[in-house]
């Protein structure tokens, strides 16, 4: 009985956990007369098609105006490269924070946690007019230096790196391996696992990366596919199955991917919970 | 001689440490610590990004700021929008927890149904849920009209439109903490429960005296984080609302983009981000003297 009662409740939780995102898929696929003349009565066809159609998707994908596949290919160059870099970047600096000593180290560290409690909406204004500074507005370069330090990744990695045994870079060190062989040969195989966590939260972070793209980009063909979600529904106010369309195609893509890996992601939340 | 040989390496590997951490160190320099150090000082100054005129004014910016009725409403907004999900969130993020910790068949599917609307990236989950609160044609109204709710018009009464965000921003975050407090549940150990049932407390004397008192910790970290997040609110707000209907959900963020760029006075949006960052470096204090006091099993 009691079974009975939790399954329930949670399957009452997920529908509406799932509902809206359900609805918007199968929104996508009605003509715009249908999406609203059965919106106001609870029965079968408020959430599914009566005549499934894909117009909405062609319309989306060739439309001049507002060309989606360019702003989701826009946002998967700009978010796989983030990515790269901040995986480069940050784990050779924690790798270093974690096993190798030199001067000031134990300084530095404290310098870059302290710019933790930092947020990245206090620094909106102050690196708009930084990037503005260096001419680098309208250009992707503007969206992706910035983006390429990731303290919050110092610490988790060098967390992790500590638990790689240095007896074993010693030895590679005293058969003359140079550190960066080591980090290559020995590190990074060791820290695969930890790599892909950091990697997906970066790539889904600025995936989802709305106020710095709207203040960084104005030219629309390099827009961001967030900010032009956000101006496509406020254009095209009314045409609500196309922005239903437009809205799936942002979304199919990144659940994929999330999906396949939640387990690496789900790990990062826990981590930086536990952790505190 | 062999002393001496350990010594080049250490030399040099300090040489290669230092190498390591420098790209990541100049960014933190170039992106971090110059603009911040640059910003402070614009935040004394009444800075035209247009014009580019300068002209240093002390504490004007602050003075006035606490008088910017603008200003002291997006606070307020803010604190309302905290004030509420602080404790609902927290108490639904435990309670999903509590549901998907047993290891059922079908527990790994719920779990990720709740996780699912956390990956939803913010510009679509606002522009769903607009049309979902829709006055004649969202699929709320519809619901709550099956059951004989009145319809209500969420995102165009200034007074319950911050409500509306609300209810979007813990459907999106919910599950993010349930995840954090199921990690939380996972770390008390089993045996407690076992000597506790030897004993004859019930399940609910067992959640009580066991669960809540071992999740404090992990319950005051997901409180700060909230907290946080609730001052940082910002993304929703420009999707679902604009700020409007009549400035009614404007947070702290959402004034300072408007004052630095549709106004471009950099000067006074740089001293209300300073403002914000006092906010979050309380909290964090707070934080760390929090969580520096740990609760032992």
Known sequence: MLRIIHFLAMTIIAVLCLLPIVWMVLGSMRSYQELFQYATQVNLHLLIPVKWTFQNYIDVIFDDQNPFLRYVFNTLFVASTVTFLVLLINSLAAFAFAKLSFRGSSVIFVLFMSALIIPGEVMLVPNYMLVNNLGWLNSFKGLIIPSTLSVFGIFMMKQFFEEIPTEILESARLDGASWLQIYRAIVLPASVPAMITFGIITFLGNWDAYLWPLVVINDDRMQMIQVAIANFTSMAGTEWTKVLAANTIATVPILVLFLVLQRYYVQGITMSGVKG | ?297
């Not at chain 2, 990541?24 to 910003?39: D, H």
């Open chain 2, 1 to 297: 001689m062999i002393a001496g040989k350990q010594y080049s390496l250490r030399r040099s590997d300090g040489i290669t440490g230092f190498l390591f951490v420098l790209p990541a160190f100049i960014l933190l320099l170039v992106f971090v610590f110059i603009p911040m150090a640059k910003a402070f000082y614009y935040s004394f100054n009444d800075y035209m990004l247009v014009s580019g005129s300068k002209t240093f004014v002390g504490l004007k910016n602050y003075a006035d700021l606490l008088q910017d009725t603008k200003f002291l409403n997006s606070i307020k907004h803010t604190f309302y929008f905290a004030v509420i999900v602080i404790p609902v969130q927290t108490a639904i993020a435990l309670g999903l927890a509590l549901l998907v910790k047993p290891q059922f068949k079908y527990t790994g599917f719920f779990r990720t149904a709740f996780f699912v609307p956390v990956v939803i990236s913010t510009a679509v989950a606002g522009t769903v849920f607009k049309l979902i609160y829709n006055r004649d044609f969202g699929l709320l109204n519809v619901l709550i009209g099956a059951v004989g709710i009145p319809k209500i018009s969420l995102l165009s009464n200034a007074d319950i439109a911050m409500n509306g965000v609300i209810i979007l921003g813990i459907w999106k975050a919910a599950g993010f903490f349930m995840i954090v407090y199921l990690a939380g549940l996972n770390n008390i150990p089993q045996d407690l429960y076992e000597s506790a049932r030897v004993d004859g407390a019930s399940k609910l004397q067992q959640f009580f005296y066991i669960t809540l008192p071992l999740l404090k910790r992990t319950t005051a970290f997901i409180i700060i984080m909230t907290t946080i997040d609730a001052i940082k609110l910002s993304g929703i707000v420009f999707v679902l609302t604009s700020g409007g209907p009549n400035s009614s959900t404007e947070t702290i963020v959402y004034f300072i983009y408007k004052t630095a760029f549709d106004q471009m006075q950099m000067g006074y949006a740089s001293a209300a981000a300073f403002i914000l960052f006092f906010m979050i470096l309380i909290i964090s204090v707070i934080q760390m003297l929090f969580l520096r006091s740990k609760v032992n099993y």
